[in-house]
C-alpha cells in the first residue's frame, strides 16, 4: 500500500463490481433497450445510464445505510423490489413492447435512467457490495481513493461496453437485434426472479 492509494482494496472493488455489474452480460440488454434508437441517441443513452448509476452507487456509498435505517427499508426489500422492476421490463423485452418507436415528449421513463442506470447498472448487489466496503474501510484517504478508482474503473468499463455496442448493432443488423433483445429479456427475466429469491430467502432467514 503506498501512501495515497491501496491497490489490493482497488483491485477488490474493482473485480467484485465488475464481477456484479458485468458490463460484457449488459451489451444484449443496452441492445434490446436501446433497438428503437438512432445511433446518436443510443451513445447519449450509454452516457446518461453510466451517469445515473454512478450518482446511485456514491450516494449509497456516502449515505446508504443511514437512508434506509431512517425509512425502516431492509437490504432484502431493496433486493426484491428491484427484482420486481426488471421483471417488468424483461416482459416488455419478450412481447417486442420496448422496440415500438416513442416519440420525445409523451412522457414514458427514459430508459437510460430506468431500467438501465438503475437498477440494472446500480442494483441492489452492487449498491450493498459497495456499502460494504465502505463500511469496512479504515476510512483513511489511501482507502477512500482506492474505493473511488474502483467505482470509477468499473463505470469506464460499462461505458466502452455500451457505447460499442453499436458495433455490434450493425454487424447484426435488424433481424439479428431482435433475437438478441429476445435472449435478453429471458436472461433478464431469470436474473430479476433470482434477485427476487435470494430477497426471500434473506426475509426467511431473518424471521
Known sequence: MSGFFDAYLFASVFITLFVIMDPPGVVPI??????????????RAARQAVLVALGV???????????LDYMHITLPALQASGGLLLLLIAMELLTGKMEEPQPSGNGKV???????????????G????????????DKTLPD????AAGVVAVHVALYLAMRFANVI????????????????????????????ADAVEAFIKAA
Open 30 to 43: 443496452f441492445l434490446g433497450l436501446t433497438g428503437a434508437m438512432t445511433r446518436q441517441q443510443r451513445n
Open 57 to 67: 452507487i456514491v450516494a449509497f456509498a456516502l449515505f446508504g445505510q443511514s437512508l
Open 110 to 124: 427514459n430508459v437510460a435512467l430506468v431500467p438501465l442506470g438503475t437498477p440494472l447498472l446500480a442494483g441492489p
Open 126 to 137: 452492487a449498491i450493498v457490495a459497495t456499502m460494504v466496503f465502505v463500511q469496512q474501510s
Open 144 to 147: 477512500w481513493t482506492a474505493i
Open 169 to 196: 448493432h450493425r454487424v447484426l443488423g435488424d433481424s439479428g437485434t431482435i433475437l438478441v433483445t429476445r435472449i435478453a429479456g429471458l436472461l433478464l427475466a431469470a436474473i430479476a426472479v433470482q434477485l427476487v
